[in-house]
């Protein structure tokens, strides 16, 4: 089984959704997106600010395989983004779930109910 904590969110598009207490949400990929990336060596990060519709392309991440990008799970603005781990892209290969990419503010924030628990993100990932 893949590692796939229980307290998170996640999406189809292999992305772990974090709600914090002060109602942001805070995005990175999941362990299974960096193992089938493998190592990574370039991440681009949104820009603080901007404004994210659900499923718009938020960041990048390079590994040297190839280049994917990371969707916004839900709709709204950028608050913060993790500049430590664009500064060590390999920070996300070593532990892709305390190694965070960028934090939103969502226009609606019950729409991370919608979101995949980890039991169906596990199914997403045995189905493909």
Do not use: C
Not at 4 to 25: C, M
Not at 32 to 57: C, R, S, T, W, Y
């Amino acid at each position: 089984m893949s590692n796939i904590p229980a307290n998170l969110k996640y999406t189809k598009s292999h992305e772990w959704v974090r709600a914090e207490a002060d109602g942001t949400l805070t995005i990175g990929i999941t362990d299974h997106a960096q193992d089938l990336l493998g190592d990574l060596v370039f991440i681009e990060l949104p820009d603080l600010g901007k404004e994210l519709a659900v499923g718009q392309e938020a960041a990048v991440v390079e590994s040297v395989k190839a280049a994917a990008d990371v969707y916004a799970p839900l709709a709204g603005t950028v608050t913060e983004v993790n500049q430590a781990a664009a500064d060590a892209p390999e920070s996300v290969n070593q532990d892709a779930y305390a190694t965070w990419l960028f934090k939103i503010k969502p226009a609606n924030a019950a729409d991370v109910d919608a979101l995949l628990d980890a039991a169906a993100y596990q199914q997403t990932i045995d189905a493909a």
